[in-house]
Every structure is written in C-alpha cells, then in structure tokens.
C-alpha cells in the first residue's frame, strides 16, 4: 500500500515518458517475423512488452534483450526469422497480463505449421477471445477455448489461412492487428472494417518494414484496413516515441495542480491517440504542441500549463462516439480531471472499458466516490458530476496500472492522504512512474 499526500506547491519542470506500449510491442513482433535484424531503441521495459519478448524468444527468434548500447543508446536487437521462421515453443506461451500480446500473437500462432497453448493472468483468463477466436476461424484457423468459456487459456492449432472481408462490430486495433497478422500469411486480400479508425500503429509499422498495407476511410466515418499478402518484411531500426497514455497523467496533474507548468519531452500523437489532447482543450486546457516530427509515427514536446476545466454554454461535456477510441486507455484520468472541472461531463460508446485490465467503469466510479465525487456508472461509461472538492480514501486498483496511476495524480488536489493498493501494477506500463511523478514534485 503506498500512502499519497496532497500536493502544497505546484509541478514544475521537464519530463519524458517511457516509450509507447503498443508501438513496443509492435516493433518486437514484427521484428522478429522480419528478415535480417532490427535495432529497436526508446522500447518500452514494462512487464507487458517483457511478456511479447519472452513469448518470441520461446518461438525460437534471437532478441538481445539486454538492452545493448548502439552508440551510447540502449537498443534492443531482434534477429528475425522471416515470416516462416518460428519454431514450435516446448511450453505454453505465457502473455502475463497483456492483452496486446495475447490478440496480436494469435494471429501469428493461427498461421503456423505446428500447434501451441497461449495462456495469461487471471485477468487475461477473464477477458474476451470470442472476438479474435471469429474471425481467425473464418480465416481457417483452428482455434479452441480450453475452459470452453471463450476465453484464455486458448490451444492454437496453425493452419493455411485464407484471407476475409472482416467487419468488426467495434474498433479494437487488438482484433484488427490480429486478423492483419493472420493476413501475412493467407492466400489473397485480407480486409477489416470497423466503425471508426482505432490505433492505426499495425497498418503504419507493417508498412515500414515493407507490407503492402493501407486505409481508407469512408465518408461516414467507418475505416478499412487493406492488405495484400506476398510481400516479405524487412528489419528496419525503429525509435519508439513516448507513450501519450504515460503522459497523460503527468498532463492531468500539470492540468490540476494550481500554478504548474510541466513540459513533456517526445510523446507519440498520432492521430488515432491523441484524442485526450483535443478533448482536453475543448474544455479549456492550456497545451501547447511544440517540435513536432511527423516522420514514421508522429512525435512532439507537449506544454502543459494548470488551466481552469470547463464544459459548454450548457454546463456539459460529452465524450462519445468516434473520439472514444482515441483516448480509451486515457479514460480513467479524464474521469479524475473532469471530477475536478466546473461541469458535468458525460462518456458514453464506451462499453469496451467494462473488458480492459479491470471493469474500468466499475472502478473509476466506486474510487472517485470513495475521494467524495458525484459520479453515477452507466451502462457504456459514466456522468461526472464534477466540481466537488476531493478528499483521500483508500483506492483499490484492482490490479490495473491505469486505475493506480489515475488515482495518484487524483491525490495531488485530494484533501488528506490517499493510500493506493497494490500499487506495484503500474509495472505494467509504466516501472519509474511513482519515482518519475516523485522527481517531478520534488523540482520546485
Ligand atoms: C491496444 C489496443 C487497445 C488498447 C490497449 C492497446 C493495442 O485495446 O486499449 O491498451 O496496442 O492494440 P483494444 O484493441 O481492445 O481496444
């Protein structure tokens, strides 16, 4: 249990996050189905991308994972093994409590000319495969529930695919990844549509390395991701920016704290997530975007001045529709920042918390209560009815590093102290976040 207290003094001064997750995770997996070696560097050490290693390794792909460095940089090199390299592991693959690892890899497992098992955490064990489990089938693939409930553990048995038309009934870039990796190895076009463009770091990355990958995007909004097989991936040196949900929480604490101003060094804004940055200055937040470099995944300094929150002429704010899945994963500190802003703020389309690392509508909302806020869960997401003064309480993560770090920054303005349970989650994603927001608070 870690014990928090009110912030007296405002935040001031530099930081810079650890890398994006999905994009690390990403640049191992393709790395390794790649040809020749990689030489990735701003990787994201976190428990889940040490997971997404460990499962490759065990796939028989050489990952110096030592953190070696290349010029004085610490780098990671993948020594790939071409798209028809992998062996057979001798153990199941375990994913820990990644998500990302477990959905992504199955689509590669689902292609391969041996069987594996693929297994996590008792969250993992808990969380939705139906969804990836679809459509690999349609493809071909032979995938089998072995608790018969849908979910992990799951015994792949790889197949020839073939490729499908795919329309997916939510924008998961989980499941599209998946299907798209399953698609490498198909016979013909692989296409996933979805109703609104979630990540796009897959179609951008697979790029990279020499797919013939692309989207387009309808006028209604809804978004394809098109790809034709055939075409061999090639080892590329790839830098991973900073990861936009770690900052979050430094821009949320910036954003409360009276008199800070806190600049943030190299944090990934792609488009498809950095929706927390426009919603956050439609409701008054004083960001300034600096150094942008749109070259492969785009990357920026962020300043980020305490600013006073506030919703419409109406007194609301709503997040909905096609935004939600540009800040899914920044919906738990949106909630603590709009607990504090002058207006009712309403989420909704966002039943797809209910499935992340916790029931994230069930513990944003029984917390933020706790800390004294007017809040009611609702069936896809949440009304805060922001403005209340908050007080500490005990906050109990239940086990889910965005939960915890989201209630850190909520103790920098909550009268009192805030004690955060099983606070050694935030590993995860995020190993220094107690030291960095630490370091931070010590500046002044
Ligand atoms: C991720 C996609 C999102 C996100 C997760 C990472 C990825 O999940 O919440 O943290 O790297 O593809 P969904 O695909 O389930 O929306």
Same mark, same amino acid.
């Given at each position: 249990m870690l014990t928090l207290n009110r912030l007296s003094h405002p935040l001031r001064g530099e930081i810079s996050v650890p890398g994006d997750k999905s994009i690390s995770h990403r640049s191992i997996m393709f790395s390794a189905l790649a040809n020749g070696s990689s030489e990735i560097t701003g990787f994201l050490e976190g428990a889940d991308c040490l997971a997404t290693i460990d499962c490759f390794q065990k796939l028989g792909v050489q990952i110096d994972h030592s953190y070696r460095p290349v010029n004085g940089v610490p780098t990671i090199t993948v020594h790939g093994k071409g798209l028809h390299g992998l062996t057979a592991p001798n153990a199941p693959?375990?994913?820990?409590?990644?998500?990302?690892?477990?959905?992504?890899?199955a689509g590669v497992l689902a292609a391969q000319p041996f069987s594996c098992d693929l297994t996590g955490d008792t969250s993992i064990e808990t969380r939705p495969m139906k969804r990836i489990i679809k459509p690999l089938t349609a493809?071909?693939?032979?995938?089998?529930?072995?608790?018969?409930?849908?979910?992990?553990?799951?015994?792949?048995?790889?197949?020839?695919?073939?490729?499908?038309?795919?329309?997916?009934?939510?924008?998961?870039?989980?499941?599209?990844?998946?299907?798209?990796?399953a698609g490498l190895y198909a016979s013909g076009d692989t296409v996933v549509y979805e109703p609104a463009l979630s990540r796009n770091h897959t179609e951008i990355m697979l790029r990279?390395?020499?797919?013939?990958?692309?989207?387009?995007?309808?006028?209604?909004?809804?978004?394809?991701?098109?790809?034709?097989p055939g075409t061999p991936l090639q080892g590329l040196r790839i830098n991973v920016p900073g990861d936009i949900s770690s900052a979050a929480y430094f821009i949320a604490a910036a954003l409360m704290v009276p008199?800070?101003?806190?600049?943030?060094?190299?944090?990934?804004?792609?488009?498809?997530?950095?929706?927390?940055?426009?919603?956050?200055?439609?409701?008054?937040?004083?960001?300034?975007?600096?150094?942008?470099?749109?070259?492969?995944?785009?990357r920026a300094d962020l300043l980020v001045r305490y600013s006073h929150l506030h919703g419409g002429a109406n007194g609301k704010f709503e997040i909905v529709g096609k935004?939600?899945?540009?800040?899914?994963?920044?919906?738990?500190?949106?909630?603590?920042?709009? /607990?504090?802003?002058?207006?009712?703020?309403?989420?909704?389309? /966002?039943?797809?918390?209910?499935?992340?690392?916790?029931?994230?509508?069930?513990?944003?909302?029984?917390?933020?209560?706790?800390?004294?806020?007017?809040i009611e869960p609702t069936d896809d997401g949440m009304v805060i009815h922001g403005g209340n003064p908050l007080h500490g309480a005990e906050i109990d993560t239940h086990l889910d590093h965005r939960i915890a770090m989201s209630f850190a920054v909520a103790s920098m303005v909550a009268e009192g102290s805030t004690r955060i349970k099983d606070e050694k989650c935030v590993d995860?994603?995020?190993p220094g976040f107690f030291r960095d927001l630490q370091n931070l608070t010590k500046l002044n």
């Open positions: 693959l375990y994913t820990g409590n990644s998500g990302t690892t477990t959905r992504l890899i493809m071909g693939g032979d995938i089998t529930s072995v608790m018969e409930n849908d979910c992990c553990p799951l015994h792949i048995n790889g197949q020839k695919l073939h490729g499908i038309v795919y329309h997916d009934p939510v924008a998961s870039a989980q499941v599209k990844s998946c299907i798209l990796l990279a390395y020499g797919a013939d990958i692309h989207n387009s995007i309808d006028v209604s909004g809804g978004a394809a991701a098109i790809l034709h008199d800070s101003e806190v600049l943030i060094h190299n944090v990934g804004i792609n488009k498809t997530r950095a929706g927390i940055l426009c919603v956050l200055k439609q409701m008054g937040a004083d960001i300034t975007v600096l150094n942008e470099d749109n070259s492969f995944e785009p935004t939600i899945p540009t800040l899914i994963d920044e919906l738990p500190v949106i909630a603590v920042l709009a /607990a504090t802003a002058d207006c009712e703020t309403i989420i909704r389309d /966002a039943a797809e918390l209910k499935v992340k690392e916790s029931n994230r509508i069930t513990a944003i909302c029984e917390n933020l209560r706790k800390m004294g806020c007017d995860i994603s995020y």
